[in-house]
Every structure is written in C-alpha cells, then in structure tokens.
C-alpha cells in the first residue's frame, strides 16, 4: 500500500507543482506571444476551450468524484483496486463518445473545419484525461509523483518550444506542446498503475453505484466549464480570435494564481473525505477553519498587487503588443478571493460530506449569471466584458454556496481577521506606491516591488500578531535559521 503522507508534506509538494505552473508560462509565454502575436495565441485559446466541452463530456464528473471514491478505500486494495478498473472502465466508454461527437462537430462547423489540424492536435486533451485515472493518484494523496512527474514533462516542453516554434505558421506545434505539457505526462499515470492497485480483473464489478454520484460531478463540470470556458467560446465567436488572444493574456496570470489560492483545498480534499469516513468531526472543522483563514490572508494581497502591477506584468509575460490585456486583468483579479473560499466549501465541505447537489446549485447559477453577462458585455466591451462576467459569476457561486452553508460556515468565516488582512495590504500599497507607472524595466519593478509588498505584508501581520502568520513564520524560521545555528 502507498505511503499516505501529512497534508503539509502534500501542500509543499502541490505548492511546489503550483510554482512549476507558474513559471513555465513567464519563461515560455514571452517568447511565444512574440513570434504568433494575438492572432495565434487566440486560435489556440479558441481551440482549446472548444475541446475543453469535449474532455469534459469524456471526463463527466470522474475527476472529482474519483479522488472521494478512491480515499474512502484506500486502505483496502482489493476494493481500491475494483473501483479504479470500474471508473477507468466507464471513462474509457465516454471517451470514445466524445471522440465521436467532436469528429462529427468539427466537420459540421466551418470555422472549426478550417482549423481541422490544430483541432485534432488539442483533442488528444481528451485522450490523455481519460487514461491518467489522475484522481487516483491524487485520492491517494501521491503528490510527490504528480510533482515530479509533471514537473519533468514541463521541462521538456519548455525546450520544445523553443526548439520548434520559430515563426507565426507554428501555433499548431504551439497547441501541441501546451496538451503535452498539461496532460501529456498521463501516459506515465497509466503505466504505474500497477504500484497503487492490481491490474489484473478482479471481478465483481458494480458500476450501477458510481453512475449517480459521476453524473451529479458531471453537471457541476459542466457548469463550471461553462462559466470558465464560455468566455472564450463567445469571444471567438462575436469578436474573432485576436480579441481571444488578448483575453488569454490577462487569464493566464490569473489561471497561475488561483492555482496558489485553490492548492490547499486540492490536497485537503482526499484527507477530508477520508475524516468524514472516518467520523473525526473536530479534525474536520479544524482544517476547514484553518484553510479559510489561509486562503484569505494568501488571495488577498495576490489580487491587489496584481491590481496594482497588471501593465509590468502582461508587458514581461506577453510584449506590449498585448496591452490591451491590461485592463481585462484588473477586473478579472479578484476571482482568485471569490474562487479560494469557494473552492474550499466546495472541494473542502460540501463534496466530502456528500452535499455535492449544492455545489451544482452554486455552478448552475454561476453559469446562467455569465452567459447573460457575457451576452450583454462581450459585443461593445470584448475581453474586459469577458471579465467582468466572469467575477460576477463567482460572486454568484460564493454567495450560494454561503447560504448552503450558512450554519456551518459563518462561525469560520468570522474567525478572518478581515481588519488585520486591510490594514497590512494598505501599508503593503503604500511601500510600492512609487513604483507604480515606473518606466523601469518590467522585470526590475515586478522583482523590486513584489519584494517590498510581501515582505511589508508579512511583517505588518506578524506585528498585529496573527496567529497564522505567527506559525508560518515560526516553521519557516526553525527549518532555516533555526538549524544553522543548531549546527
């Protein structure tokens, strides 16, 4: 049986994957918007998020749904081992639907038609998410192989692109690279299967009692690449790709951060599920109250700094061709406070406690508020109306999913130390405001002022006496300086 590591050890390992996320773009992105320009990034943007509805139908709600089963078991291999080859079973099944149906979509629609090659290139994101059975790995909380594992095939994109994207013509190999570097590393999943469960049939299947749970998963998936995907699609569509360009620009950064904000309630998801099996209640609230409050403290002074230096960050990561993303990404930051908390009482309470219908009230209601925003903005606004769609949508799902959880969720949220968090973002601001419209190079103010703001962050929280703070800062201090003296 695989060894079940501390929600710590697993939160550095995802933290650690987080960051790969994040600097595989800044190297890669600068260099690639440069050569394909906003035409290709957004016929690759368009293309993706068309093929995302397809892996998602391929995937139904098997992503999620997977890493409850699998941890609720994990401590029986034969069941483990069962259920895996029962879920791997149906995904495959649905997989060769959605391969189906995307040939036949293709086809049909002539601006996809017209793209036939890169289509086809971005649609093995379908066939890689069916056969990585990742929510295996993940149930079994085997974060320090995703970490490596993903970390590696990112490298090696990162060379390919360089190698072989050399002018506009390349957005082709551009898609390519951007699924091998994503899912690509799934190939790896399916051959260790072996080291979490047996691979030879074991018998006594019953996929009848995953069918209900897959397609509840399935419509909150649906609803969440709804109103994370649909911006894109309509923007293709009512704006043209190159508006798609501009918009990719401002969501990459943010895509990066809300990887930061939602890695603890990714890691937290398995062991809470296991807590519930378990019956540990206080175990159970202590995490919850603690994620809340580390979410908060870390998606605040993300959001206002980025706020603050959204044209140094598109011009070092997209060009000053692009700057017309800099607006799209200061009214889409403040997701990643509206995505944090909802994503731990999605992911964290609702979906472990069996309480996953709520969780699709939340998302249906999400998705409905950005179609008809979108509807409304996208013609006159393009990106910008994209993004204010979009936070209005995950407004809409925090809200719901407050009301749900109203009893449960109001003690913990007033626990966060909302004037502390203010009064430490506002001395923070007030330590870069003089690098604001600094015509340094993007690279010296991003360095410069993220040093200066942290830092003043930080230390203003732990000079109020936050608790949190006050025990990340005692960790950190006794692994680093503590040892040195010690020695």
């Known amino acids: ?35 394909l320009g906003p035409q290709g990034i957004g016929t690759v943007s368009f293309a993706n998020s068309v093929v995302t509805y397809f892996s998602m139908f391929a995937q139904l709600g098997i992503p999620t749904y997977g890493i409850r089963a699998c941890a609720k ?54 066939f890689f998410n069916s056969i ?27 060379v390919g692109m360089f190698l072989l994207i050399h002018q506009p013509g390349d957005y082709v190999i551009y898609g390519g690279i951007t699924i091998f570097a994503s899912v690509g590393s799934n190939l790896l999943n399916l051959i260790n299967l072996k080291w ?46 190159t508006e798609n360009g501009y918009y990719d ?82 009214l889409i930051m403040p997701t990643l406070v509206f995505i944090g908390l909802s994503n731990i009482m999605g992911i964290q309470i609702l979906v472990p406690t069996g309480r996953e219908k709520q969780v699709l009230y939340s998302e249906i209601a999400g998705a409905v508020v950005n179609v008809i925003v979108n509807s409304m903005l996208i013609p006159n606004l393009g990106a910008a109306g994209a993004a204010i769609g ?14 749900a959880l109203k009893g449960e969720i109001l003690p913990a949220l007033g626990k966060i130390p909302y004037l502390r968090t203010c009064v430490a973002v506002a001395g923070a601001t007030a330590a870069v405001w003089w690098l604001m419209g600094s015509s340094l190079h993007p690279l010296v103010v991003l360095m410069a002022s993220a040093v200066l703001f942290f830092s003043a962050y930080g230390v203003l ?22 040892k040195v003296l010690k020695k």
């Open 1 to 35: 049986m695989a060894r079940i590591q501390s929600v710590k050890f697993n939160f550095v390992m995802n933290s650690i994957l987080t960051v790969s996320a994040m600097i595989f773009p800044i190297i890669t992105y600068p260099y690639v918007t440069g050569i």
């Open 73 to 126: 078991v994990r401590d029986n291999r034969e069941e483990l081992s069962r259920v895996t080859q029962e879920i791997l079973i149906i995904n495959l099944i649905t997989c060769v639907i959605s391969y189906v149906l995307f040939f036949i979509t293709v086809q049909a629609v002539p601006q996809l038609r017209e793209e036939k090659t890169l289509y086809l290139v971005m649609s093995t994101m379908i």
């Open 132 to 158: 990585g059975a990742e929510w295996l790995y993940k149930g079994m909380e085997q974060y320090h192989y995703i970490t490596l594992r993903s970390v590696l095939f990112k490298f090696i994109a990162l």
């Open 196 to 241: 979490l469960v047996d691979v030879r049939p074991v018998g006594n299947y019953n996929f009848r009692r995953h069918l209900r749970p897959i397609f509840v998963f399935f419509a909150m998936s649906i609803a969440t690449t709804v109103y994370t995907n649909m911006d894109n699609v309509m923007l293709g569509f009512l704006k043209g790709t």
């Open 249 to 330: 620009a401002a969501v990459k950064i943010k895509n990066i951060l809300v990887g930061v904000v939602a890695s603890l309630g990714t890691v937290l998801l398995p062991r809470v599920s296991y807590y519930v099996e378990q019956g540990a209640k206080q175990a159970f609230a202590r995490m919850t109250e603690r994620a809340l409050r580390f979410v908060f403290l870390v998606s605040v002074p993300l959001c206002l700094y980025f706020i603050l230096f959204a044209r140094p960050s598109i011009y070092l990561l997209s060009g000053e061709a692009f700057e017309a993303s800099i607006l799209p990404m200061q």
């Open 390 to 403: 979009t936070v209005l949508a995950e407004i809409t799902v925090l809200a719901v999913q407050v009301m």
């Open 461 to 482: 929280l732990l000079l109020m006496g936050e608790r949190m703070a006050r025990e990340i800062w005692s960790q950190v201090w006794e692994k680093t300086v503590g």
